[in-house]
């Protein structure tokens, strides 16, 4: 798992990038109450907006971590916007990506690197 | 993601309620009851009205006649005026009590204003009435604009914006066009602080531009470094409030305005906070090309849910050819409103609103100037400041205030430092001065202060009311302190309603109106 300063994962398998909110982003946001994914088909770039999240206090843009076209959106988060909250990093992915350019998936950081600059904050 | 991340409790905590006692069979309360909506009130088949029946306009209607009724709710006159007057005792209002919400201004609105707005000649006249029929109302204008350009120390003012917000959109659009003028089109960034009232970074969106935050200082100003820093050939005007939203004086404020105009921008003033300088400091001198003046603020003209705003925008030498249209020049044939964009209006961005603005605000705005007199206005300033401080001085030793150094202006700002360990929030807090009679402060605002309590008490309030709410307070600081958790969690314990589960209500919004079915229409 990949992460960005923006606070965004990226889990890559095969050409498949499954994209989310980090836990503490979650944390920060407070309880999740509507999630507005991509539709399938749509192409973003690296930092472009990819969906929404809003929570009790604020609504914030997700940016795409990595490029590429939407190929899955997760459904379920319009019933059940708390999972977010629930498992950031596992079933509260908001899409999955078909990647465009691979190699911006090795120049984010990894656990370790987040970690050290969630301290920072 | 972008993300706020200022926390606050949205939910409260698992309720003990069956602790609080007495409850009334009905729901009432006292001599209050329990109000339902007026559409479940009285049913359908009532009315407050005698009308003749609707004549049938089967032909004339291209086959769109109504076929099912339309629902209104059916209610006899005293209803209908009960349930509106029970509605109203459920407000907190000024004219109930102090009203300390930060940045919110919230004074009181003199009674003369009202009655000088309530004149015929000033009340019942329309904007599309020949001009020479209302030449009271518009000498009104040009007197209320001249005093406005000499509070201020600007050479011009579009007096239509109608609101804080409307204002900032009328001066980044004059900025805009004075740019584009110039051949400086390609200038597309804006700077604000990051203490900024959120409608500045809103407008500056608005307008196309794209917003970079200037940090701010460990003492609550903005950083002249960073601000040096992000300036450049790319930068079209920075936003910067002043008094600022911490409540502080921009002490730097003439050397943000040389380095702006160094860099070719233009300073725009949020001039929210005006009330806590007006009299005293000109905008004009400081530098400033642009500033909103939120007349329902430091003019005392009725706000939130009292009455309309109004946010005339005063602008510099070099930004008054840019003026929206309409304004008022006056001649020996007497008062004229310049409406097109030819002449001397030539320049002008075009126009923030149909007609003039809110001629109710101006009456009220203009009654209240002459009401004080310039020595007057100054006072308000002055007084404004020194309750601010008042208060500052009496709560320190109990609660903590997010910068301890040198005075405030027209604004006490506390963060949440004095109640850590205790487990109580600054919600709570909040949430708790319902139950002593009190409004809340403006809370968890502005963003850099954690756990803010932004205290504003306006002029209004005399020595002996601003005791009262700070013995309160003190009160309430004393029982955090001493563990006296029951009080604040779930508060607020004596209000018609305890607070709201937010997340619930986002998640799940229960729609409560379940309506009657209504009667069939007469005809069937």
Redesign the interface.
């Known amino acids: 798992m990949r992460f960005t300063k923006d606070h965004e994962w990226v889990a890559v398998e095969g050409d498949i990038a499954t994209v989310g909110i980090t836990a503490y982003a979650a944390e920060q946001l407070g309880d999740v109450v509507f999630v507005e994914v991509p539709e399938v088909g749509k192409t973003v770039a690296q930092g472009e907006g990819l969906a929404v999240v809003e929570s009790v206090k604020a609504a914030s843009d997700v940016y795409a971590p990595v490029s590429g076209e939407v190929v899955e959106a997760n459904a379920e988060l319009a019933d059940a916007p708390e999972t977010v909250n629930a498992v950031p990093e596992a079933g509260g992915w908001f899409a999955k990506l078909k990647l465009s350019n691979p190699a911006e998936v090795d120049a984010l950081m990894d656990r370790d690197a987040y970690e050290a600059f969630l301290a920072t904050l | 993601?972008?993300?706020?991340?200022?926390?606050?409790p949205?939910?409260p905590e698992a309720s003990n309620d069956e602790a609080e006692g007495f409850n009334s069979l009905s729901g009432g309360r006292g001599l209050l009851q329990d109000e339902p909506l007026i559409f479940e009130l009285g049913g359908w088949t009532k009315t407050g009205v005698d009308l003749p029946d609707a004549v049938p306009a089967d032909g004339a209607l291209a086959g769109l006649t109504r076929d099912d009724a339309i629902g209104l709710p059916g209610l006899s006159e005293p209803e209908a005026v009960r349930h509106y007057v029970r509605l109203s005792q459920k407000n907190h209002a000024i004219d109930l009590a102090l009203y300390p919400l930060g940045s919110c201004t919230m004074k009181h609105n003199p009674r003369l204003n009202e009655k000088m707005a309530r004149l015929p000649g000033l009340s019942d006249i329309h904007p599309l009435q020949p001009q020479s029929t209302v030449q009271g109302a518009i000498e009104l204008m040009d007197r209320l604009a001249h005093w406005l350009k000499t509070l201020t120390g600007m050479p011009a003012v579009a007096l239509s914006p109608k609101a804080g917000a409307h204002g900032e959109l009328c001066g980044l659009l004059a900025i805009r066009a004075a740019h584009e003028a110039a051949g400086n089109g390609h200038r597309k960034t804006v700077l604000a602080p990051t203490s900024a009232h959120g409608t500045n970074p809103a407008t500056a969106a608005f307008c196309g531009y794209t917003v970079v935050e200037i940090a701010q200082t460990d003492d609550g100003r903005v950083d002249l470094a960073d601000l040096e820093a992000k300036l450049g050939d790319h930068v079209a005007a920075i936003m910067v409030t002043n008094p600022n939203t911490c409540g502080l004086f921009e002490r730097d404020v003439v050397e943000i305005a040389r380095l702006t105009h160094e860099a070719g921008a233009y300073f725009y003033c949020d001039g929210a906070n005006f009330n806590a300088i007006v009299g005293r400091v000109r905008p004009g001198d400081l530098g400033v090309d642009a500033m909103h003046i939120n007349l329902h603020k430091t003019f005392s003209t009725p706000h939130g849910g009292g009455g309309p705003g109004a946010g005339p925008v005063v602008l510099s030498e070099a930004l008054a050819p840019f003026a929206p249209t309409p304004w008022v020049v006056h001649d020996d044939s007497g008062y004229k409103l310049i409406e097109e964009a030819e002449g001397p209006a030539a320049q002008a961005f075009g126009r923030m609103s149909a007609f003039h603005g809110q001629m109710g605000m101006y009456v009220r705005a203009y009654a209240y100037m002459l009401s004080h007199g310039a020595d007057g206005l100054r006072q308000v300033a002055e007084d404004a400041v020194l309750n601010a401080n008042y208060i500052k001085a009496r709560l320190s030793d109990l609660m903590s205030p997010a910068f301890p150094e040198g005075p405030c202006m027209h604004e006490a700002l506390f963060d949440d430092a004095w109640l850590e360990d205790t487990g109580v929030t600054t919600l709570d807090f909040a949430k708790a001065m319902i139950d002593e009679g009190f409004h809340p402060m403006t809370m968890y605002f502005p963003l850099v202060v954690h756990g803010a309590m932004l205290i504003e008490p306006t002029e209004t309030e005399s020595k002996a009311e601003l005791d009262r709410f700070i013995e309160a307070l003190r009160l309430l600081a004393q029982a955090a302190k001493a563990g006296e958790t029951d009080r604040f969690k779930n508060a607020p314990h004596l209000a018609p309603l305890k607070r709201l589960d937010?997340?619930l209500a986002?998640?799940k919004p229960k729609l409560k109106w379940k309506p009657v079915a209504p009667a069939p229409l007469a005809a069937e």
């Open positions: 993601m972008s993300m706020n991340n200022v926390g606050r949205t939910r937010e997340t986002a998640r």
